[in-house]
Structure formats: structure tokens, C-alpha cells
């Protein structure tokens, strides 16, 4: 199984990005995908999830009307918009997958990327 991010850069704040992670190896009907982040000095914090039939739930309220997740199960791709971009919002986004429900626990997942840089200068 391999999951790899892409799509992270700089931006300036209140700008977009849109981040995706292409998955293989793994039956996506089978997976929910989440959206962590981790800014220097910081634990892992769970950002967003996307169950298997393509709900969404929003665990860090600081993105919430923000943030987006989606999927895309034919083209094996799951992708995080995120809009009007803060200078807090800077971190290192990991997609990971875990074959049951989302859950906000990372150390639940299955699978996980190696994560791509976002940062939001002020």
C-alpha cells in the first residue's frame, strides 16, 4: 500500500491550496481516508476525514468552513481544499487510510503517506 501526498507549497495567507493523495495497493471502497497535520514543536492533529461512502467529518474546529475533503474512488485519489489560508495553518499534511469508519485517533490508521509541506506566510 502506498499513499502520496501532493500539492503542499507556499502561500500567502488567505490563499488556497489544494492538496491530493493517490492511493494503491488498497480497495478505496474499502478505506476512509483522514487528513492529519503536524506544525513544528507539535503533536499530530487530526484535521478532517472522509468516510467510504463519501461524508466528511470535520475534527479541528479551527478549519471548519475552511477545509474540505473529497474522494475520487475511480481514480484511486482523495483530495483536501483548503481556503482562506492562516499563517497557523502551517504544518507537514499526512492523508492516511483505515479500512473502518473515520475516527479522529490517528494511531488507529492503516496506511499512511509521508506528508507534504504547507506554509502560509503573513
Known amino acids: 500500500v502506498q499513499l502520496v501526498e501532493s500539492g503542499g507549497g507556499l502561500v500567502q495567507s488567505g490563499g488556497s491550496l489544494r492538496l491530493s493523495c493517490a492511493a494503491s495497493g488498497l480497495t478505496m471502497d474499502y478505506h476512509a481516508f483522514g487528513w492529519f497535520r503536524q506544525a513544528p514543536g507539535k503533536g499530530r492533529e487530526a484535521v478532517l476525514c472522509i468516510s467510504t461512502d463519501g461524508i466528511s467529518t470535520t475534527y479541528a474546529k479551527s478549519v471548519k468552513g475552511r477545509f474540505t475533503t473529497s474522494r475520487d474512488n475511480a481514480k484511486n485519489m482523495v483530495y483536501l481544499q483548503m481556503n482562506s489560508l492562516k499563517s497557523e495553518d502551517t504544518a507537514v499534511y499526512y492523508c492516511?487510510?483505515?479500512?473502518?469508519?473515520?475516527?479522529?485517533?490517528?494511531?488507529?490508521?492503516?496506511?499512511w503517506g509521508q506528508g507534504t509541506q504547507v506554509t502560509v506566510s503573513s
Open positions: 492516511a487510510a483505515i479500512i473502518a469508519g473515520c475516527v479522529d485517533a490517528d494511531d488507529l490508521y492503516d496506511y
